[in-house]
C-alpha cells in the first residue's frame, strides 16, 4: 500500500469528503475483497450453524445451544446491517451512506455488537456454572432464557441511547474507516462508560470463568490419575468419595449440556453412569449346599470355593475401575474441550474489538491513518465470522454434520457434472 494510493485527494466530490484512493485503485481492490470475504463467509458460516443446529434433535434440546443461537442470530444481524453496507461504501468511497442518513444509523448502530458481548458473557457464565457446579446450578430452561432476555434487553437499551439523546453521541460517515459509527467523542463520559463496562466489567467476568473451568479441568486431570494408579481393593473408597463431592458428580441434565453434544444422548448417559457403590459390593455366593465326601474333600472344596470367589471379587472390580475410568476420560476430554472452545471465542471477541475501542477512544485522541482506521473495522466486523467457525469445528457432533452436508454437496454436484458431460 504506497503513499500516493492512500494520501487524501478531492476527486471534485461536492460534498467535500476526502477521498484516499481511486475507486479503481489496487488499495480499492484489496479492500473491497477483504470485506467481501468476510461478509460472505460470516453469513455462510451462522447460516449453515444455525440450520445445522435447528435440525439436529439432540442439539436443539441442548439448552446451552439455546444460547449459542441468540450469538449466532447477533452474529448474522450484525454481518446484515453492518458489514454489508461496507461492499458498497469501499467503491463509492462512502456516497450512498452519507447520502441516507436512515442508513447510516442503521449501519452504524452498536445493537448487535454489544449484544455479541453479552452473549459471550452469558455462554461464559452457563459453562461455569454446567462445569464447576452442575449439582447446585443445574441447567435449566428459566436460567437460559433469563440469559437470552438480559443479553438482548441491554444491547436494545445500550443501542438507543444515542437516539434518545441527541447530545450524548450521534452516528455518522466516517471517511477514515469507511463506515457509520458513532462519535464517542462529543460525549467522554458516554463513551468511556461502555468501554470501562466492556473491558473491566465484562471481559474480567468471562475470563474469571473459565480460569474456574480451567482449574476443575485440572482437578479432575489430577483426580483421574489417582484413580488410576489406585489399587481394586479401594475403590469403594473412592465411590463414596465422588458420590458425596457436588464438584465431580454430574447428573442427569447437565450430561447433555456439559458434554456439548459431542457425543450421542444415549452414549453420554451411559457414559457418564459411572459405578455405584451398591454395585462395588459383589453378589454373595451361596455356599449352604455341602456333600457327603470326606472332611479333607469338603476342606479342599472350601479352599476352591474361596480362591474362585476372590478371583471373581478381583475380576469384578478391575472390571468396575475401567469403566469408571473411562467414564472419567471421556468427562474430562470434554470439560476441555469446553474450556478451550470459550478461551477461544474471549480471546477472538477480545482481539477484534480491542484495536478498534482503543483508536476510537475519547480519552487517547489517536490520530490514525487511513490504513489502520480500515484495518481496525475490517478486523472488528471479522469476529461476526470466526464465533461460528470456532464453535462448530470444536464441537464434534456438528462437524460430523458439516462433514455429512459437504459431502452430499459433493456428491450432487458430481452428479450434475456426470449428467451434463452425459448429455452433452
Known amino acids: 500500500m504506497s503513499s500516493q494510493d492512500t494520501s487524501p485527494t478531492p476527486y471534485d466530490r461536492r460534498d467535500g469528503v476526502t477521498i484516499y484512493h481511486e475507486s479503481t485503485s489496487v488499495v480499492t481492490v484489496i479492500e473491497g475483497i477483504t470485506i467481501v470475504g468476510i461478509f460472505l463467509g460470516a453469513l455462510v458460516a451462522n ?21 449459542i443461537l441468540s450469538l449466532i442470530i447477533n452474529d448474522l444481524g450484525f454481518t446484515i446491517m453492518n458489514i454489508s453496507f461496507l461492499v458498497v461504501t469501499v467503491f463509492d468511497q462512502g456516497y ?19 449484544g455479541n458481548f453479552l452473549t459471550v458473557l ?30 438482548w434487553v441491554a444491547a436494545i437499551g445500550s443501542s438507543f441511547i444515542p ?13 477514515i474507516s469507511h463506515s457509520c459509527s458513532p462519535d464517542f467523542r462529543e460525549n467522554c463520559f458516554y463513551g468511556t462508560t461502555r468501554n470501562v463496562i466492556i473491558f473491566l466489567v465484562i471481559v474480567p467476568t468471562m475470563v474469571l470463568c473459565y480460569v474456574g473451568v480451567f482449574l476443575k479441568v485440572l482437578r479432575q486431570q489430577r483426580l483421574l490419575r489417582s484413580y488410576a494408579d489406585a489399587k481394586p481393593s479401594i475403590m469403594s473408597n473412592v465411590c463414596s468419595v465422588e458420590d458425596n463431592d457436588d464438584d465431580d458428580h454430574d447428573h442427569g441434565q447437565d450430561r447433555v449440556t456439559h458434554a456439548d453434544n459431542d ?9 457418564n453412569e459411572g459405578p455405584t457403590c451398591s454395585n462395588l459390593t459383589p453378589e454373595p455366593m451361596d455356599y449352604s449346599q455341602s456333600s457327603n ?8 472344596a472350601a479352599g476352591g470355593n474361596e480362591g474362585s470367589k476372590t478371583i471373581q471379587q478381583e475380576n469384578m472390580m478391575t472390571g468396575i475401575k475401567k469403566k469408571d475410568h473411562r467414564s472419567m476420560q471421556k468427562k474430562l476430554n470434554v470439560d476441555k474441550r469446553v474450556a478451550l ?5 474471549v480471546l477472538t471477541t477480545l482481539v477484534c474489538w480491542l484495536p478498534y475501542c482503543i483508536v476510537n477512544s475519547c480519552l487517547l485522541s489517536i490520530n490514525i491513518p487511513h490504513w489502520m482506521g480500515v484495518v481496525t473495522v475490517w478486523l472488528a466486523y471479522s469476529n461476526s465470522l470466526f464465533d461460528p467457525l470456532i464453535y462448530t469445528f470444536m464441537n464434534r457432533r456438528i462437524a460430523a454434520r458439516y462433514r455429512d452436508l459437504f459431502r452430499r454437496w459433493s456428491i450432487g454436484l458430481n452428479t450434475l457434472i456426470r449428467c451434463n458431460s452425459g448429455e452433452a
Open 47 to 67: 447460516l449453515i450453524a444455525m440450520v445445522t443446529i435447528l435440525r439436529d434433535k439432540v442439539l436443539r434440546r441442548n439448552l446451552h445451544n439455546w444460547l
Open 96 to 114: 450512498f451512506l452519507l447520502h441516507n442518513k436512515a442508513v447510516c444509523y442503521v449501519q452504524g448502530n452498536i445493537l448487535f455488537a454489544l
Open 122 to 151: 452469558a455462554i461464559s457464565v452457563d459453562r461455569y456454572l454446567a462445569v464447576v457446579w452442575s449439582t447446585r446450578f443445574p441447567p435449566s430452561k428459566s436460567r437460559s432464557i433469563v440469559f437470552i432476555v438480559f443479553c
Open 163 to 175: 437516539f434518545l439523546f441527541r447530545g450524548v453521541s450521534s452516528i455518522s460517515y466516517k471517511t
Open 263 to 271: 457425543m450421542p444422548m444415549d452414549v453420554i448417559d451411559q457414559s
Open 293 to 300: 465326601t470326606e472332611e479333607p474333600d469338603a476342606e479342599l
Open 341 to 345: 472452545t470459550g478461551t477461544l471465542l
